[in-house]
């Protein structure tokens, strides 16, 4: 009786692995192999016909820290998370206040915001276009309306980074609105209600009872929010490619462009061991914070 | 405290105050939002060279529709685009039904380890490892293909995570039953588990193909035939500004690609959108 349990216990652990097997093989062999794989290739000297690879302990990361380009296009991504998280998520909460209100045109209001969402970075990118022409397109229109010059809002260093973040705020501000629309809607009513006869004001009720409610939905959005300043780039080979100057060089564009522009695998690799070190702490310390609150099994 | 009951007063005698300022808000930032889409479908329709007068008299024209269509194999592109999403989402379907199914109801050693390193794989995006897959898709003689395309998004670590807990939230009575009647282990999938997880599917399936339809960077770097290439690539390479191409021609362009699956949006809103939902509640 006892063996027969065993054996039946042994059979569906079996039959486990081998219904996980498939999925495995296939993260093993895009994910965490290359992972692995990219660890190990950066240790090596970047190997030309006459001279092969050799191995070559951290150089490559050194070679990383002394380049120029590696400071400017890391501030520029700190740049690019700094203000693209938190504006993003302000303007999401916003919308999503606006979008569950019992306004007029609710329906058109809510794809307005959501529609951004659905569109190509690539194609957003070349609506954007139209705006940033230097002269001719429309924000320059406006500004010169009111006397401004014309500004070419990609070509010069001082603007390039911004009008980049500025597609991708409009294009992901819409994404993150929807899980605080989720989420207002499990807010009960009452709560409103207690607190006006609490005579709590509109601004008081914002801060103190649905700030904190949404805080889960924030911490989701926000760790979101952070991984897509790692991986929106898209726009850059519209916009800017990286210039003028690396002004908007994002990182993952640059890894790009180090390993299939310039043939230099090895610093590529470098950097995106950098990368995956920054994202493993971000999953770290997510995984913290959701065990704090299981909230999930 | 004082300033409190004031605010609550005025609120009380005069409640559309603050409903006509959010009403206006509200909208005033739906027209900014949506400006750039409607500026482009104004622009496409502008004689190609005027867009950019914003000047409101010049009749409207459908040549840059025509122009743009003749100029790059678009029909191309587009089968190529609903071969790729349909294979990814075939294979998410399959592999991440049959990995949940495992991690929701089967006990085996190391399970939950294996399940961290699946929720690790969220963090260590596709995208990151460009270099290394695109070696690996190179060995596997796939470059330029459809299955090179696809092959590393297919085993998803969201599609797995989302369908186990779907999977358990099923009550295990109905599995009991179903085992009753005959059922293999095949059978309680297919016949109680799939049809209760349907809800989530459809969000998952739809967040899938959005997502691959404008997946861009991956199959830049794996193709390189018009056989191939999905829209977004080909729509960089058309839009490329270098290229001398006009703003017009360019807008007609972009809102060709983007039309499918904006009027896909339109007409499925609520559930698109409910859909979105359900696939970001963790």
């Given at each position: 009786m006892n063996e027969m349990a065993r054996l039946q216990k042994r059979r569906l652990a079996l039959y486990g692995w081998?219904?996980?097997?498939?999925?495995?093989?296939?993260?093993?062999?895009?994910?965490?192999?290359?992972?692995?794989?990219?660890?190990?290739?950066?240790?090596?000297?970047?190997?030309?016909?006459?001279?092969?690879?050799?191995?070559?302990?951290?150089?490559?990361?050194?070679?990383?820290?002394?380049?120029?380009?590696?400071?400017?296009?890391?501030?520029?991504?700190?740049?690019?998370?700094?203000?693209?998280?938190?504006?993003?998520?302000i303007f999401a909460l916003v919308m999503a206040l606006w979008a569950n209100a019992h306004i007029p045109a609710r329906s058109f209001v809510r794809s307005a915001y959501f529609t951004p969402t659905i569109l190509p970075m690539i194609a957003a990118a070349n609506l954007w276009l139209f705006f940033y022409t230097p002269d001719l397109g429309v924000i320059d229109q406006i500004t010169g309306f009111f006397g401004a010059s014309p500004?070419?809002?990609?070509?010069?260093?001082?603007?390039?980074?911004?009008?980049?973040?500025?597609?991708?705020?409009?294009?992901?501000?819409?994404?993150?609105?929807?899980?605080?629309?989720?989420?207002?809607?499990?807010?009960p009513p009452d709560l409103r209600e207690a607190a006006r006869i609490e005579g709590a004001g509109r601004w008081t009720?914002?801060?103190?009872?649905?700030?904190?409610?949404?805080?889960?939905?924030?911490?989701?959005?926000?760790?979101?929010?952070?991984?897509?300043?790692?991986?929106?780039?898209?726009?850059?080979?519209?916009?800017?490619?990286?210039?003028?100057?690396?002004?908007?060089?994002?990182?993952?564009y640059w890894i790009w462009e180090m390993a299939f522009a310039y043939f230099d695998s090895p610093h590529a690799a470098a950097m995106t061991i950098l990368v995956l070190l920054a994202l493993g702490l971000v999953a770290v310390a997510q995984f913290r914070l959701v065990e704090k609150r299981t909230h999930y099994r | 405290m004082k300033t409190d009951t004031v605010s609550a007063n005025t609120t009380l005698k005069l409640p559309d105050l603050d409903k006509v300022l959010d009403t206006l808000g509200a909208w005033v930032l739906a027209i900014v939002w949506i400006s750039p889409l409607?500026?482009?479908?104004?622009?496409?329709?502008?004689?190609?060279?005027?867009?950019?007068?914003?000047?409101?008299?010049?009749?409207?024209?459908?040549?840059?529709?025509?122009?743009?269509?003749?100029?790059?194999?678009?029909?191309?592109?587009?089968?190529?685009?609903?071969?790729?999403?349909?294979?990814?989402?075939?294979?998410?379907?399959?592999?991440?039904?049959?990995?949940?199914?495992?991690?929701?109801?089967?006990?085996?050693?190391?399970?939950d380890t294996v399940f961290i390193l699946i929720l690790l794989q969220l963090f260590i995006l596709p995208e990151v490892l460009i270099v290394e897959n695109y070696a690996i898709v190179s060995k596997l003689g796939l470059f330029d293909t459809a299955l090179g395309i696809g092959l590393p998004y297919m085993a998803s670590a969201f599609g797995i995570f989302l369908l186990r807990q779907a999977f358990k939230s099923v009550p295990?009575?109905?599995?009991?039953?179903?085992?009753?009647?005959?059922?293999?282990?095949?059978?309680?999938?297919?016949?109680?588990?799939?049809?209760?997880?349907?809800?989530?599917?459809?969000?998952?399936?739809?967040?899938?193909?959005?997502?691959?339809?404008?997946?861009?960077?991956?199959?830049?770097?794996?193709?390189?035939?018009?056989?191939?290439?999905?829209?977004?690539?080909?729509?960089?390479?058309?839009?490329?500004?270098?290229?001398?191409?006009?703003?017009?021609?360019i807008s007609a362009a972009t809102i060709m690609t983007i039309a499918p699956l904006l009027m896909a949006f339109l007409i499925f809103q609520r559930q698109f959108i409910q859909a979105f939902l359900r696939a970001g509640i963790r």
């Amino acid at each position: 009786m006892n063996e027969m349990a065993r054996l039946q216990k042994r059979r569906l652990a079996l039959y486990g692995w081998m219904l996980a097997a498939p999925a495995l093989a296939l993260m093993s062999l895009f994910a965490f192999y290359p992972a692995i794989a990219t660890f190990w290739h950066s240790l090596f000297s970047r190997g030309t016909s006459r001279r092969p690879s050799v191995f070559a302990g951290f150089e490559n990361y050194g070679d990383l820290f002394a380049d120029p380009t590696f400071w400017t296009v890391a501030t520029n991504n700190l740049i690019y998370a700094g203000v693209t998280i938190p504006v993003s998520i302000i303007f999401a909460l916003v919308m999503a206040l606006w979008a569950n209100a019992h306004i007029p045109a609710r329906s058109f209001v809510r794809s307005a915001y959501f529609t951004p969402t659905i569109l190509p970075m690539i194609a957003a990118a070349n609506l954007w276009l139209f705006f940033y022409t230097p002269d001719l397109g429309v924000i320059d229109q406006i500004t010169g309306f009111f006397g401004a010059s014309p500004t070419n809002w990609l070509g010069q260093p001082e603007t390039a980074l911004a009008s980049v973040i500025i597609v991708t705020i409009w294009k992901e501000a819409g994404f993150f609105m929807i899980f605080y629309l989720a989420a207002l809607q499990t807010i009960p009513p009452d709560l409103r209600e207690a607190a006006r006869i609490e005579g709590a004001g509109r601004w008081t009720y914002t801060r103190r009872v649905l700030l904190p409610l949404l805080m889960p939905t924030t911490i989701f959005v926000f760790v979101n929010a952070m991984i897509n300043s790692v991986k929106l780039i898209d726009h850059l080979f519209i916009l800017t490619k990286g210039g003028p100057n690396n002004a908007s060089k994002l990182i993952l564009y640059w890894i790009w462009e180090m390993a299939f522009a310039y043939f230099d695998s090895p610093h590529a690799a470098a950097m995106t061991i950098l990368v995956l070190l920054a994202l493993g702490l971000v999953a770290v310390a997510q995984f913290r914070l959701v065990e704090k609150r299981t909230h999930y099994r | 405290m004082k300033t409190d009951t004031v605010s609550a007063n005025t609120t009380l005698k005069l409640p559309d105050l603050d409903k006509v300022l959010d009403t206006l808000g509200a909208w005033v930032l739906a027209i900014v939002w949506i400006s750039p889409l409607l500026f482009a479908a104004w622009a496409a329709l502008q004689p190609s060279g005027t867009a950019l007068g914003l000047d409101f008299s010049n009749p409207l024209t459908f040549e840059n529709f025509v122009y743009v269509w003749g100029a790059v194999p678009w029909g191309g592109y587009f089968t190529n685009t609903v071969v790729l999403v349909t294979l990814i989402l075939a294979g998410q379907l399959v592999l991440c039904t049959l990995a949940g199914f495992a991690f929701a109801r089967f006990e085996f050693k190391g399970r939950d380890t294996v399940f961290i390193l699946i929720l690790l794989q969220l963090f260590i995006l596709p995208e990151v490892l460009i270099v290394e897959n695109y070696a690996i898709v190179s060995k596997l003689g796939l470059f330029d293909t459809a299955l090179g395309i696809g092959l590393p998004y297919m085993a998803s670590a969201f599609g797995i995570f989302l369908l186990r807990q779907a999977f358990k939230s099923v009550p295990i009575e109905l599995e009991e039953a179903a085992r009753i009647e005959g059922c293999s282990w095949m059978g309680v999938l297919w016949k109680v588990y799939v049809p209760a997880a349907k809800p989530v599917y459809l969000a998952y399936a739809l967040v899938s193909i959005a997502t691959h339809w404008n997946n861009f960077l991956w199959p830049l770097i794996v193709t390189n035939s018009p056989e191939t290439r999905p829209l977004t690539v080909g729509l960089s390479l058309f839009g490329a500004p270098e290229t001398g191409v006009d703003i017009s021609v360019i807008s007609a362009a972009t809102i060709m690609t983007i039309a499918p699956l904006l009027m896909a949006f339109l007409i499925f809103q609520r559930q698109f959108i409910q859909a979105f939902l359900r696939a970001g509640i963790r």
